[in-house]
């Protein structure tokens, strides 16, 4: 299984970011994903995560910080999941990771890093003041 997460660098704040994590090796209707970030010198947090489900469907959660700004989405026929990211701020700014679990996003443990099975290398997003 691989997880490829791209989409990211440097934006103004106000400024929108497409992420994209593209799976192989699983069958990515039937997983969980999870999008998690690490700016310098914090411990990686939960982001979002998008239920298993067809494309176009399937329960999202956010954190607070993220809730009306990024939206996590998945296209199955192209094996990805996406994380658009609008109104940037400059506390956004991390290296974004997308991590998969089979099932749906349990609101106990879908920002938890050790619920995920698979994760992929990370993607910088940089936002400029």
């Known amino acids: 299984v691989q997880l490829q997460a791209s989409g990211g660098g440097l934006v103004q704040s106000g400024g929108s970011l497409r992420l994209s994590c593209v799976a192989s090796g699983l069958t990515l209707r039937n997983y969980a994903i999870g999008w998690f970030r690490q700016a310098p010198g914090k411990e990686r947090e939960g982001v979002s995560c998008?239920?298993?489900?067809?494309?176009?469907?399937?329960?999202?959660r956010y954190a607070d910080s993220v809730k009306g700004r990024f939206t996590a989405s998945r296209d199955n026929a192209k094996n990805t999941v996406y994380l658009q990211m609008n109104d940037l701020k400059p506390d956004d700014s991390a290296v974004y990771y997308c991590?998969?679990?089979?099932?749906?996003?349990?609101?106990?443990?879908?920002?938890?890093?050790?619920?995920?099975?698979?994760w992929g290398q990370g993607t910088l997003v940089t936002v400029s003041s």
């Open positions: 998008i239920d298993s489900g067809d494309s176009g469907e399937g329960s999202t």
């Open positions: 991590g998969a679990d089979f099932g749906v996003c349990y609101s106990s443990s879908w920002n938890r890093i050790s619920w995920y099975d698979y």
